[in-house]
């Protein structure tokens, strides 16, 4: 018998707490929905026992009143936290699930997007004449590239540049890989010494120029080599490179790695050990290294369900900071975001038609300033990932950029001088390895060859070649050229009336198609014939050195256009007769229709 008369009304307080747990656990059943049960089974056993002598009907209705004024924070934050989340990071991973990977065949590879059987026939004239050119062109570089396939699949993924239903036919006409024989230069070389202008920038490495590190290397080794492989111990130059560290980072503390994805493993574990809290933020669409604790979306198998990927730029984002501060042990920001905001790196295997969207983001100093406010306010560490960015917008990075304090900043790339190299700097409360109150609570954050004396020496001589007035000028220097370089360039493909556009954020660059279509992506194979080297994501993301004079700019632009006349005159940039859209829903549906039936053909 209840003694509040609630007998009646315990149906309704077993669906409360059923649904009171439903919501609070849902996509973490593991230690919290333990939490909550044995919670609730202690509960039960002091309420019901004699020493408080209550019947089931009224534990059950305490209990549920309990867990239900529990929910209404719990909720709110989880609400909160959805609506400011990244949408792919929710869509993901069934999308992956779902999405097919299919082929278009040969037969109708060239007339895809509706146009008229003279359009097709140009096309495949086009193709056609490119691989017989390509063929006397680089046979050391394709016998090269067909050996090394079969035993790297590093380079079986990054051959496949188009946008993938296309693939299979364009890899049976062209193989776009280059096998490397010198620098020279803004210049590369390959095997057969066909001479082409870098603009890939080595994967955002190549900031000073090539011919600055050979210098780095050979002056570092004169220093290195006395020393050889003798690890663990610290020297002079090591101490230099701490010195000028601590000047431009603004911090106390030095780490070194041996990546910049090292570098970005230690900053978050040194976050979450000293900050004791185990969520990390990241926005949507940056990338912070192949480590999959840090990659919350595409190109990760496991999704980790200890960051939070939310969305740039969003007062709902900030929102949930300053709500969930005390789960939140870190902030990890990628500034390049700027250029694609809330967007994944751009790149022609995405490309399905002119859908990419790149470009400066007005307002995104005042957001870090904001975040960087929120961040401080509310407790949680702020960290910038200056992999890419750092020395490449600024001799400070993007610290320097956007005149933003960061709690820890991590370098990599460039900074090793030439050579592979991963930094964390930090003030010493966030850099510590121990707990100084418990001994056996340590954070075994080390490498083995961290801190290599060839790696250092030429660190050294990168970091005095950067504290220097020639240097400082030099960068002032790059982005007139580079802003005359683009405006030059937009005019002259206006004028000539090629659909396309260049866009640039510092020494980051980016080709933009103004018209519908789907063949954008070839654009970079016949830059490749037109002597202009580009990385794997082709024309979405392409980087300036220090080096590049005007002469070198003007150069350029000259093989730009050469590759738009064979664009127009194969008839690739032809208006599209079909939608695209409806095309591409036509094709996928069809993929996961045949999916689903298990037809492979």
């Not at 002598?53 to 059950?60: A, S």
């Not at 080599?225 to 701490?242: E, H, M």
């Not at 954020?505 to 202009?532: C, E, I, N």
Request: glycine content about 8%; overall charge positive.
């Amino acid at each position: 018998m209840s003694k509040f008369g609630l007998e009646a009304h315990t149906g309704l307080f077993w669906k409360i707490l059923a649904g009171c747990f439903f919501l609070m656990t849902f996509g973490q059943v593991g230690q919290l929905a333990y939490c909550w049960l044995m919670t609730g089974a202690v509960m039960w056993a002091v309420l019901t026992s004699s020493f408080v002598g209550l019947g089931e009907d009224d534990t059950v209705a305490i209990i549920a009143t309990i867990y239900g004024l529990r929910a209404i924070p719990f909720m709110y934050k989880r609400i909160l936290t959805i609506a400011a989340t990244y949408p792919l990071a929710l869509t993901f991973k069934f999308a992956k699930r779902i999405l097919p990977k299919y082929s278009i065949d040969e037969d109708k590879f060239f007339d895809c997007d509706g146009c008229s059987e003279e359009v097709a026939k140009r096309r495949k004239a086009s193709l056609e004449e490119l691989s017989a050119k390509w063929k006397k062109k680089y046979p050391k570089c394709k016998e090269f590239s067909l050996e090394l396939k079969k035993m790297i699949s590093d380079l079986r993924f990054t051959s496949a540049r188009c946008f993938p239903a296309f693939n299979a036919v364009v890899q049976k006409y062209l193989d776009p890989s280059m096998a490397l024989e010198r620098t020279e230069g803004v210049d590369v070389v390959d095997f057969d010494g066909n001479s082409s202008m870098d603009i890939s920038g080595s994967y955002g490495v190549n900031v000073c120029g090539y011919e600055k590190y050979k210098d780095f290397m050979e002056e570092g080794w004169k220093v290195a080599k006395k020393q050889g492989l003798f690890l663990g111990s610290l020297d002079n130059t090591v101490l230099d490179n701490i010195a000028r560290l601590r000047k431009i980072s603004g911090h106390e503390e030095v780490s070194f790695h041996m990546s910049g994805t090292e570098a970005v493993m230690c900053a978050v574990r040194v976050a979450r050990f000293n900050t004791n809290k185990p969520l990390v933020v990241t926005f949507g669409g940056a990338y912070h290294g192949w480590w999959d604790g840090m990659q919350p979306v595409a190109g990760n198998e496991r999704m980790p369900e200890d960051v939070l990927c939310l969305k740039d730029m969003s007062n709902l984002s900030l929102k949930v900071i300053e709500t969930r501060a005390s789960e939140i042990s870190a902030v990890l920001i990628n500034a390049l975001q700027c250029f694609h905001l809330n967007q994944s790196p751009p790149s022609d295997p995405v490309l399905s038609s002119n859908n990419r969207k790149v470009g400066p983001t007005p307002g995104y100093k005042e957001w870090l300033h904001k975040l960087a406010e929120t961040c401080k306010r509310v407790g949680v560490c702020l960290i910038f990932d200056e992999v890419y960015t750092g020395f490449r917008l600024h001799p400070r990075g993007a610290q320097g950029a956007y005149d933003v304090k960061a709690d820890i900043v991590v370098y990599g790339k460039t900074l090793g001088g030439g050579l592979p190299i991963g930094v964390v700097c930090g003030p010493k409360n966030l850099m510590a390895r121990g707990d100084a109150k418990k001994a056996a609570r340590i954070n075994y954050v080390i490498g083995t060859f961290a801190g290599h004396p060839f790696v250092m020496a030429a660190m050294n001589q990168f970091l005095k070649w950067l504290d220097t007035p020639e240097t400082l000028k030099s960068y002032d220097t790059m982005h007139e050229n580079i802003d005359n370089f683009i405006s030059k360039a937009n005019a002259t493909f206006k004028e000539k009336g090629y659909p396309l556009k260049l866009t640039n954020w510092f020494s980051v660059w980016s080709m933009l198609y103004m018209t519908p279509g789907r063949f954008h992506w070839l654009f970079q194979y016949f830059l490749k014939d037109a002597g202009v080297n580009l990385s794997w994501v082709g024309t979405g993301r392409l980087l300036f050195s220090l080096e590049w004079k005007k002469a070198d700019y003007d150069r350029l632009l000259d093989r730009l256009l050469v590759a738009c006349e064979q664009m127009q005159k194969g008839g690739w940039w032809e208006e599209p007769k079909a939608n695209i859209q409806t095309k591409l829903a036509g094709e996928i549906g069809t993929a996961v229709f045949k999916n689903l039936l298990g037809i492979t053909s």
